[in-house]
């Protein structure tokens, strides 16, 4: 199993968000799932901002790109290479004003990419090229935004998430939400970080199942086969 592992806190050894993708990758080995990671953080290698040349290129036939074309799109195209090449998805970000970090939407934008992770049906539709991929989402919030919260309205970022990705093939996301953090008491963040924790271990649970009964199908699968 190949997990792609994306932190897009600006804190680093402060940052809960990338505490908890941590703790939930160790969930997963001792839940004895076997997997390598392809880690990135894209605070340190932000994929660069769309500009006028990345959208001409983008949408200019593959065929008839130039050089310089090709060149501006290098970055994107192996990113998306990265993306598509991974089995499971763990995104680990903080909530900056009730939205995503500005690096994340530059990781969006970056791998939303025609012919590459979406394509076109005959009708004219798109269809996203995420589909087998298991995703998670791990955000930590200052302020409370859960249901019947006063802040509840203002979470921008859970829809934001399921558009962008849904619109690239995944239908059904996984989110654990650290909340809240920032403007809390001790016992309350205390409380907060270990509802997170717990949902984490849930979904560890859950993929170990699923990777585990695949398996046991591509053996039968295989058995049948050689018989």
């Not at 290098?74 to 690096?103: E, G, H, I, Q, T």
């Not at 409380?191 to 009964?213: P, Y």
């Amino acid at each position: 199993m190949r997990i792609m592992h994306v932190d897009a806190s600006a804190k680093r050894e402060r940052s809960n968000s990338r505490a908890l993708s941590r703790y939930f990758l160790e969930r997963l080995r001792e839940e004895r799932v076997e997997f390598e990671v392809d880690y990135l953080d894209v605070t340190v290698d932000t994929p660069p901002h769309v500009t006028e040349a990345f959208a001409i290129a983008t949408y200019t036939a593959a065929n008839e790109r130039t050089a310089a074309m090709k060149a501006t799109l290098a970055a994107s195209d192996a990113l998306c290479a990265r993306l598509l090449a991974a089995d499971a998805l763990v995104f680990a970000m903080p909530m900056y004003n009730w939205s995503m970090p500005s690096a994340f939407k530059a990781f969006i934008d970056s791998v939303t990419r025609t012919g590459l992770t979406y394509t076109f049906a005959d009708d004219g539709s798109t269809v996203g090229q995420l589909g087998r991929q298991k995703v998670l989402f791990i955000t930590s919030r200052g302020a409370d935004l859960r249901a019947g919260s006063p802040y509840e309205s203002m979470d921008a970022l859970t829809p934001a998430l399921k558009a962008a990705f849904g619109f690239l093939g995944v239908s059904a996301p996984g989110f654990v939400d650290a909340q809240p953090l920032q403007f809390a008491n001790p016992e309350a963040r205390a409380e907060a970080l270990e509802r997170a924790r717990g949902e984490l271990d849930a979904v560890a649970t859950q993929w170990a199942k699923a990777v585990s009964a695949a398996h046991g199908d591509a053996q039968q699968l295989q058995q049948a086969c050689v018989e």
